[in-house]
T-cell receptor, first 114, second 114 residues
Framework: NAGVTQTPKFRILKIGQSMTLQCAQD?????MYWYRQDPGMGLKLIYY???????DKGEVPNGYNVSRSTTEDFPLRLELAAPSQTSVYFC?????????????FGNGTRLTVT | AQKVTQAQTEISVVEKEDVTLDCVYE???????LFWYKQPPSGELVFLIR??????QNEISGRYSWNFQKSTSSFNFTITASQVVDSAVYFCALRGQGAQKLVFGQGTRLTINP
C-alpha cells in the first residue's frame, strides 16, 4: 500500500528558480492538503482541495500555486523561489466523513532555497 | 477561529519517568475532533489517536494515555514509563465538524535520556 507519495525527497533551488512538488495518493481520498513545517515549528497549511477541480487557500499561500485535475494528484508549484520558502513540505489526504478521520501524510520534501 | 496551544516547547526526562504533554484548544464548534501525531527523528508524521468532542472518556493504549477535558479545553497526553524510542516531536491538532482543515499546535519536542 503506497498511501501518500511525495517526490522529490530533497531539493536545492537557487533564488528565483521554479519547481513543482509532486503528491499522489492511492486511497481515493477526496481531501488533499499541503503543509509546510519550518525548523522547530508546527505545520502551517498552504493550500487544500476537497476534490478534483476545487482548491482553496490555507494560512500561508503566498508564493505557491496548486491544481487538482485528478483525485489522485495534487502538485504544489513554487514560482520564483525565495529563501523564506526553505522548509519541509508535507502532503496529506483524508476522506471527508465530517472531519473525524485522520490525515494520512507523505514522508515530506525537504526544500532548501539558496 | 480554531487554535491549538502546546505551551511546552521542549521536555527532557530520564528513561522510565512518566511524562505529560499538554494541549489546550480553542474552537466555537460544538462538534470537533482532536488528534495527536508523533514525528520521530526520521521526520514522518505518525497518527496516534483521534477523539471527538462528545466522547470524554479517557483512553489508554499500552504506555500511552489521553485525558480529554472539555471543561478546560484540554487534551493531554501521558507516556508512562518512558523509553528512548518515545523521543520525538508530538503534535496536537484540531478539526471542526465538516471542516476540511486540520489546525496544528507548535509541537513539543520530547527527549528521553537513557
Amino acid at each position: 500500500n503506497a498511501g501518500v507519495t511525495q517526490t522529490p525527497k530533497f531539493r536545492i533551488l537557487k533564488i528565483g528558480q521554479s519547481m513543482t512538488l509532486q503528491c499522489a495518493q492511492d486511497m481515493n481520498h477526496n481531501y488533499m492538503y499541503w503543509y509546510r513545517q519550518d525548523p522547530g515549528m508546527g505545520l502551517k497549511l498552504i493550500y487544500y482541495s476537497v476534490g478534483a477541480g476545487i482548491t482553496d487557500k490555507g494560512e500561508v499561500p503566498n508564493g505557491y500555486n496548486v491544481s487538482r485535475s485528478t483525485t489522485e494528484d495534487f502538485p504544489l508549484r513554487l514560482e520564483l523561489a525565495a529563501p523564506s520558502q526553505t522548509s519541509v513540505y508535507f502532503c496529506a489526504s483524508s476522506s471527508p466523513s465530517g472531519g473525524g478521520l485522520p490525515l494520512h501524510f507523505g514522508n515530506g520534501t525537504r526544500l532548501t532555497v539558496t | 477561529a480554531q487554535k491549538v496551544t502546546q505551551a511546552q516547547t521542549e521536555i527532557s526526562v530520564v528513561e522510565k519517568e512518566d511524562v505529560t504533554l499538554d494541549c489546550v484548544y480553542e474552537t466555537r464548534d460544538t462538534t470537533y475532533y482532536l488528534f495527536w501525531y508523533k514525528q520521530p527523528p526520521s521526520g514522518e508524521l505518525v497518527f496516534l489517536i483521534r477523539r471527538n468532542s462528545f466522547d470524554e472518556q479517557n483512553e489508554i493504549s499500552g504506555r500511552y494515555s489521553w485525558n480529554f477535558q472539555k471543561s478546560t479545553s484540554s487534551f493531554n497526553f501521558t507516556i508512562t514509563a518512558s523509553q528512548v524510542v518515545d523521543s520525538a516531536v508530538y503534535f496536537c491538532a484540531l478539526r471542526g465538524q465538516g471542516a476540511q482543515k486540520l489546525v496544528f499546535g507548535q509541537g513539543t519536542r520530547l527527549t528521553i535520556n537513557p
